[in-house]
């Protein structure tokens, strides 16, 4: 019997390994922890979240909610654990960051189908292969498939919010309530008036800042750049992004304040939160003394501070297919951020698509072909896109998904048209997988 081998026990590779057993495949799943950690890792369980907590909107009229709603229908083990251990996010499907770890691990561990094989893999296995070691590939390995491909990587910087407990945050000095007050209250919002504003951000832009080998502020990707960097960009740009107070009312002042900090809980028993939007690079020391200005926040406790690391990826578009093979050898597959997909639900997607061609390859049966007019295939089609000269990570969005042949004006009708098409074939394309 044909034992396909799954490098990472990520998001990727978790459901990678998964989708592959359902179908009666025998996998061998190798992950480097416990034994060896990156720096932004800190358990031995798989699935770990890095950065957020949050796999960020969950309505099908957004794009990230139209491709959990597609794995949803798919049986995705990543949806499925994020849903079992959903905690309060407004709009958002946030989870329990442990509780959604331990899960997905149990699983894992628990399938007949897989095997755990607790070492570091230094060099490309020959296929049947699913490579998914992530954004925080190890060095040997790093090299190894550079050698493999005989081309360089492309790179960029990520960075990871803090963490608080909540029993130190001052609730005199901030209050329950969702940015444009939508659905529950599930995020503390943290007021500052304008002189603490400018304060604040005086102090964040002259903070000292950790070494990073090689940090440019082009180079940091958009969707998780670093606080400090938005902070040098304009005097504003935080109040317009991260901080805006839009729709938020002060129940001390009963007016819009002039800049909100917002905390999202990051675990279900409500005790830890992360700073939203507040990923950093600055020493933790200047973390905590830049971030205590925030006056609900000025005697904090940090059980986490933030961190930035080098997030690598491969040229997909010259390298890879639509199933994320190697074009010269369809048994060997790449999943997971490394190829160019961006965030935690794509990284399934990846991974579930990845695993999903490689079943029907060993088991002698016909690719399943997710088009353009669904997320998952549009994910695939964008990173194979050998059309695209400066290839960057891309979150999904629907830039990247067929368009309607009908003209709808209103934005949120259009979205919803093309999620309705798009999980219609879904469902009639699970009937085939």
Same mark, same amino acid.
């Given at each position: 019997?044909?034992?396909?081998?799954?490098?990472?026990?990520?998001?990727?590779?978790?459901?990678?390994?998964?989708?592959?057993?359902?179908?009666?495949?025998?996998?061998? #799943?190798?992950?480097?922890?416990?034994?060896?950690?990156?720096?932004?890792?800190?358990?031995?369980?798989?699935?770990?979240?890095?950065?957020?907590?949050?796999?960020?909107?969950?309505?099908?009229?957004?794009?990230?909610?139209?491709?959990?709603?597609?794995?949803?229908?798919? %049986?995705?083990?990543?949806?499925?654990?994020?849903?079992?251990?959903?905690?309060?996010?407004?709009?958002?499907?946030?989870?329990?960051?442990?509780?959604?770890?331990?899960?997905?691990?149990?699983?894992?561990?628990?399938?007949?189908?897989?095997?755990?094989?607790?070492?570091?893999?230094?060099?490309?296995?020959?296929?049947?292969?699913?490579?998914?070691?992530?954004?925080?590939?190890?060095?040997?390995?790093?090299?190894?498939?550079?050698?493999?491909?005989?081309? %360089?990587?492309?790179?960029?910087?990520?960075?990871?919010?803090?963490?608080?407990?909540?029993?130190?945050?001052?609730?005199?000095?901030?209050?329950?309530?969702?940015?444009?007050?939508?659905?529950?209250?599930?995020?503390?919002?943290?007021?500052?008036?304008?002189?603490?504003?400018?304060?604040?951000?005086?102090?964040?832009?002259?903070?000292?800042?950790?070494?990073?080998?090689?940090?440019?502020?082009?180079?940091?990707?958009?969707?998780?750049?670093?606080?400090?960097?938005?902070?040098?960009?304009?005097?504003?740009?935080?109040?317009?992004?991260?901080?805006?107070?839009?729709?938020?009312?002060?129940?001390?002042?009963?007016?819009?304040?002039?800049?909100?900090?917002?905390?999202?809980?990051?675990?279900?028993?409500?005790?830890?939160?992360?700073?939203? &939007?507040?990923?950093?690079?600055?020493?933790?020391?200047?973390?905590?003394?830049?971030?205590?200005?925030?006056?609900?926040?000025?005697?904090?406790?940090?059980?986490?501070?933030?961190?930035?690391?080098?997030?690598?990826? #491969?040229?997909?578009?010259?390298?890879?297919?639509?199933?994320?093979?190697?074009?010269?050898?369809?048994?060997?597959?790449?999943?997971?951020?490394?190829?160019?997909?961006?965030?935690?639900?794509?990284?399934?997607?990846?991974?579930?698509?990845?695993?999903?061609?490689?079943?029907?390859?060993?088991?002698?049966?016909?690719?399943?072909?997710?088009?353009?007019?669904?997320?998952?295939?549009?994910?695939?089609?964008?990173?194979?896109? &050998?059309?695209?000269?400066?290839?960057?990570?891309?979150?999904?969005?629907?830039?990247?998904?067929?368009?309607?042949?009908?003209?709808?004006?209103?934005?949120?009708?259009?979205?919803?048209?093309?999620?309705?098409?798009?999980?219609?074939?879904?469902?009639?394309?699970?009937?085939?997988?």
């Amino acid at each position: 019997m044909t034992t396909v081998k799954v490098i990472g026990a990520g998001l990727a590779g978790a459901e990678a390994a998964w989708q592959l057993a359902q179908r009666g495949i025998q996998v061998a #799943l190798y992950e480097m922890k416990p034994h060896k950690k990156s720096p932004a890792h800190h358990t031995d369980t798989f699935a770990e979240l890095v950065c957020s907590n949050s796999l960020r909107g969950d309505k099908i009229e957004n794009a990230v909610g139209l491709l959990k709603e597609e794995l949803r229908r798919l %049986d995705s083990l990543i949806i499925a654990c994020a849903d079992a251990t959903r905690v309060e996010a407004g709009g958002c499907l946030a989870v329990d960051r442990q509780g959604f770890s331990d899960l997905v691990t149990e699983k894992i561990r628990s399938h007949p189908n897989i095997t755990v094989i607790s070492e570091e893999v230094t060099q490309v296995p020959e296929g049947p292969v699913i490579v998914a070691t992530g954004p925080l590939t190890s060095d040997a390995l790093s090299k190894a498939i550079g050698a493999y491909f005989g081309s %360089d990587y492309l790179h960029f910087f990520d960075a990871a919010a803090p963490l608080v407990t909540a029993e130190s945050v001052d609730m005199d000095k901030a209050w329950w309530q969702s940015r444009y007050d939508r659905g529950t209250p599930d995020y503390v919002n943290c007021a500052m008036n304008k002189e603490q504003y400018e304060a604040f951000v005086a102090e964040l832009i002259s903070a000292e800042e950790a070494e990073v080998h090689g940090f440019e502020d082009k180079r940091v990707f958009e969707g998780c750049m670093p606080v400090e960097v938005m902070a040098r960009r304009g005097q504003d740009t935080l109040r317009f992004g991260p901080l805006k107070p839009v729709g938020l009312t002060d129940p001390k002042t009963g007016k819009e304040p002039y800049a909100v900090v917002q905390l999202r809980q990051d675990n279900a028993a409500k005790s830890v939160f992360n700073l939203v &939007g507040f990923q950093t690079h600055l020493k933790f020391g200047e973390q905590k003394r830049v971030f205590s200005m925030i006056p609900a926040l000025a005697n904090a406790e940090f059980v986490r501070y933030g961190v930035m690391h080098q997030n690598t990826f #491969l040229q997909s578009p010259k390298l890879l297919d639509k199933y994320y093979a190697d074009r010269r050898n369809p048994l060997v597959a790449f999943a997971g951020q490394m190829t160019g997909v961006e965030g935690y639900v794509e990284s399934a997607a990846s991974g579930f698509l990845a695993s999903v061609a490689m079943a029907a390859k060993v088991q002698g049966k016909e690719i399943p072909d997710f088009p353009k007019e669904t997320a998952i295939g549009a994910l695939g089609l964008y990173i194979s896109d &050998g059309r695209i000269e400066n290839f960057q990570p891309m979150n999904v969005n629907f830039s990247i998904i067929a368009p309607l042949e009908q003209r709808i004006r209103k934005k949120a009708e259009k979205n919803l048209a093309i999620a309705n098409r798009s999980l219609a074939i879904i469902d009639a394309l699970k009937e085939h997988i």
